[in-house]
């Protein structure tokens, strides 16, 4: 049984940061990608980050050069830095495992909350 365990949400500041971690345990075959989501109320949830096995990364264009992604294989651990914070960035925050082609798992979500 796969279960992904976020924490690190918060109320913060604008300006201010917040590292996100999403644990994995159980057994998960062939991990294609780790990523964050996020979904503000109203709002689809669209894609913040990605990171590949070969540790290339994606972003979103709004948080380029503002949030980080990282993981640790040894922990089944993805990790989400997260400065310069903006109000626009208030959303529940998901991580999702992609194992082979098509088989994701979910996180819980965490909130995230940047008053101004």
């Known amino acids: 049984h796969v279960q992904l365990v976020e924490r690190g949400g918060g109320l913060v500041q604008a300006g201010g940061s917040l590292r996100l971690s999403c644990a994995a345990s159980?057994?998960?075959?062939?991990?294609?990608?780790m990523g964050w989501y996020r979904q503000a109320p109203g709002k689809q949830r669209e894609l913040v980050a990605v990171i590949t096995t070969g540790v290339n990364t994606d972003y979103a264009d709004s948080v380029k050069g503002r949030f980080t992604i990282s993981r640790d294989n040894s922990k089944n651990t993805v990790y989400l830095q997260m400065n310069c914070l903006k109000p626009e960035d208030t959303a529940v925050y998901y991580c999702?495992?992609?194992?082979?082609?098509?088989?994701?798992?979910w996180g819980q979500g965490t909130q995230v909350t940047v008053s101004s």
């Open positions: 159980g057994i998960i075959f062939s991990i294609n990608y």
């Open positions: 999702k495992i992609r194992s082979g082609v098509r088989t994701d798992y």
